[in-house]
């Protein structure tokens, strides 16, 4: 997971929002639900990086978003692009996955 957070920080968020970009993104995250569902423990480990280092998580994407100066690029939608679709299958699939209280939300 730290691996994938630091790849995606490597792409232009504009580039990101891009057709291309969330076209690639979508192939990207249905090979790694395929993945999860193949290796759970992978699943579990990824979602728990996730829930512990949530804030962390957020703090560099929210950083990264200004150093960019993609100003129009909201965090949220940010968040559900890079990690919406594996937030749901870990809901689903991991026994008490429950992510922080976003401190972006408030």
């Known amino acids: 997971m730290p691996d994938k ?27 790694q639900l395929s993945y999860y569902r193949l290796y759970g423990d992978s699943a579990r480990a990824d979602a728990q990086y996730m ?8 703090n560099r994407l929210s950083d990264y978003i200004i150093q960019t100066k993609s100003a ?20 689903e699939n991991i026994d008490g996955f429950s992510l ?7």
């Open 5 to 31: 957070i630091e790849i995606a920080m490597t792409i232009r968020f504009t580039d990101l929002f891009s057709a291309e970009g969330i076209n690639q993104v979508a192939i990207l995250i249905s090979q």
């Open 51 to 58: 829930v512990s280092n949530w804030f962390d998580i957020l």
């Open 72 to 91: 129009s690029i909201d965090i949220d939608d940010a968040v559900e692009v890079l990690f919406g679709q594996q937030i749901n299958y870990f809901n």
């Open 100 to 106: 922080p209280a976003s401190q972006s939300n408030n």
